[in-house]
């Protein structure tokens, strides 16, 4: 279906059951708009023959918020627009991203609906984090959600989320496909600082007509529980099973912890979890991932900081990729913020030599919360 085509239809499937209250809603607005100039020795992590490249790239982005009631209604509009010093190596990009979105608070709870479109390079984090190892390309998202959650009782809630995405790919090394993929989650809050709860999400995997994967269903279970540890310490732990039909492969496990603590200054948190993903490779994929990020506050306006990631994927490609960066920022004044930061990548694979990268740059951002 053609991007105008969808584009309408999910406006008019977000507007027909509230137009009369986006008229009457109260809308604020936010500008965003970063511009980068980074240097990448290496952007396609190419173990053999390693390549720099310099890119500029330039994203503005536009929010709406209305409220109206107990109805809420968002709008968001950018474009990420690129610059290759070697177009050859990566390409020129001017990629757009479109959000429309509307949620209803209810006596017991909420309900609503979401779409999205949006274009992405296929080295960028998004692609990466499914475990792709590919050359530089276009993934093209299009998505439509919804939401509800009610309370059954004074402390426990249930709640839904259902999307179905399209996932188009312009390159022959990667699987287009379309995931349909519903969750419910039983929520119970044990008392002020424990929340006990239980999810079981379902998605069913369907890849292009022509291509050699087949479609798969997931069945994932889990339960968990969020504590509340202090004021500006909390956390979360899952754990449960992963069955992916069709691959004959015994139930795998699946789970994840995080640790988040926000002070004065220090802002840190932890995410360890293995999940299994939707991927471009065909089918779905196992993902062990491990992130940490730090930040602290050096006066008013100066803030520093680091973060680094490990990523194994088990996908037709399997790879481990890690990830160190370290960061400054600078507010210039009420509007403007200046970031310097530097990136070191490496990636491994069986049977292929080892690849890394490192990448210095820096950024401008003029941001506008009530334009």
């Known amino acids: ?56 790239i330039i994203a503005p982005d536009v929010t709406l918020l209305g409220t109206s009631g107990v109805d809420e ?8 627009v690129e610059r ?36 992405t390079s296929t080295l960028s984090t998004t692609v990466l984090d499914t475990g792709v190892v590919a050359p ?60 006990l709860f239980t999810r079981f999400g379902v998605r069913h995997y ?4 022509d291509a050699v994967a087949e479609s ?6 889990t339960v968990g529980v969020n504590y509340q540890f202090s004021e500006r310490f909390k956390g979360s732990m899952y754990a449960g099973v992963n069955k992916v039909s069709g691959t004959g492969d015994s139930p795998t496990g699946q789970g994840g912890v995080t640790l988040q603590y926000t002070g004065e200054r220090v802002e840190t948190s932890i995410d360890a979890s293995r999940s299994t993903v939707a991927s471009g490779d065909g089918g779905f994929t196992e993902v062990d991932d491990v992130r940490g990020v730090w930040s602290y506050s050096i006066d008013e306006l100066s803030r520093t900081g680091f973060d680094a990631s490990w990523q194994d994927s088990q996908g037709q490609t399997p790879n481990t ?39 210095i740059g820096m950024t401008f951002t003029y941001s506008h919360p009530d334009f």
């Open 1 to 56: 279906m053609p991007l105008l085509k969808r584009v309408g239809v999910a406006t008019a499937i977000l507007t027909l059951p509230c137009s009369g209250a986006v008229y009457a809603a109260t809308w604020q607005s936010a500008v965003a708009l970063p511009m980068t100039v980074e240097h990448d020795t290496n952007p396609l992590l190419n173990p053999g023959n390693q390549k720099a490249v310099t890119r500029t």
């Open 73 to 80: 209604f968002r709008f968001g509009l950018g474009v990420n």
């Open 84 to 119: 290759s010093s070697d177009p050859d190596i990566v390409l020129d990009r001017e990629d757009p991203r479109v959000l429309l979105g509307w949620q209803r608070e209810t006596e017991k709870g909420a309900f609503g609906l979401a779409a999205k479109y949006v274009e």
């Open 136 to 195: 530089d390309g276009t993934q093209k998202l299009y998505s439509l959600a919804g939401n509800w959650k009610t309370a059954l009782t004074e402390r426990s809630t249930l709640a839904n989320d259902t999307e179905y995405a399209s996932v188009d790919y312009d390159i022959d090394t990667l699987t287009s496909y379309d995931e349909l993929s519903t969750r419910f989650t039983w929520s119970y809050a044990w008392n002020e600082r424990t929340e």
């Open 206 to 209: 369907e890849p292009e007509s």
């Open 216 to 221: 798969s269903n997931s069945y994932t279970p």
């Open 321 to 359: 990729l890690r990830q160190y960066g370290v960061w400054a920022s600078r507010e210039l004044s009420p509007f403007w913020v200046a970031r310097l930061s530097f990136t070191y990548k490496e990636r491994q694979q069986d049977g292929v030599q080892n690849a890394n990268a490192n990448i």
